[in-house]
């Protein structure tokens, strides 16, 4: 019984940290010039696939209103190319309509 309580536990925890991840990723992309809904859309798919410090670097990008061409670009001088490629990719398929 204990050890069920400590599985549940942990994947609740799990699933709080996610939301923060999503969040924040939502933030940092807002704050990098990213449209309100572009970042909602792209921020579950990159918090999934980013690591903590990756979230980071997208923190680094803040700046005025941009295309996400421009947002990308911005990124790209940050020499990441894990993060430049789960960005761009996420970019795309919310353009497309593939995730929402």
């Given at each position: ?23 924040r ?12 809904q572009?970042?909602?859309?792209m921020a ?57």
């Open positions: 019984m204990r050890r069920l309580l400590i599985a549940s536990l942990l994947l609740a925890t799990a699933g709080c940290v996610e939301e923060i991840k999503e969040s990723v939502k933030s940092a992309l807002v704050e990098g010039g990213v449209s309100d572009m970042a909602g859309c579950h798919q990159m918090a999934k696939k980013l690591t903590l410090a990756q979230l980071r670097s997208l923190q680094k990008v803040a700046g005025p209103k941009r295309s996400m061409t421009e947002y990308i670009d911005a990124l790209r001088k940050h020499g990441d190319a894990e993060a430049l490629e789960v960005t761009a990719s996420s970019a795309a398929m919310c353009k497309l309509g593939i995730i929402r």
